[in-house]
Nanobody
């Protein structure tokens, strides 16, 4: 069974930084793409944020490019999302996922609130 557990979401002021973590249940998953989506308050859809396959293979939503950095640590079975220059519009529940040959598995989500 695939399990993903996110952590790190909290209240942060505009312009601040925050790092989200996501740990998977098995070391065998290090070769599969992992990433983050987010769902803003009141929205019924999840929007793509970032994805990583290897350190040289990443992609980002235009809205976060240059501010967010995704990385992974195979030894810890984890993926991270470093967020800088946070804006109120970054407020959302952030969901980690892993793509196992076309099948997406999700974490439970972690709340990020950007507000003064």
């Amino acid at each position: 069974q695939v399990q993903l557990v996110e952590s790190g979401g909290e209240l942060v002021q505009p312009g601040g930084s925050q790092t989200l973590s996501c740990k998977t249940s098995g070391s065998m998953f290090t070769i599969y793409p992992m990433g983050w989506y987010r769902q803003a308050p009141g929205s019924q859809q999840r929007d793509f944020v970032a994805e990583i396959v290897t350190s040289d293979t990443t992609r980002y939503a235009d809205s976060v490019k240059g501010r967010f950095t995704i990385s992974r640590d195979g030894a810890k079975n984890a993926v991270y999302l470093q967020m800088h220059s946070l804006k109120p519009e970054d407020t959302a529940t952030y969901y980690c996922y892993i793509n196992l040959v076309g099948q997406l598995y999700w974490g439970q989500g972690t709340q990020v609130t950007v507000s003064s």
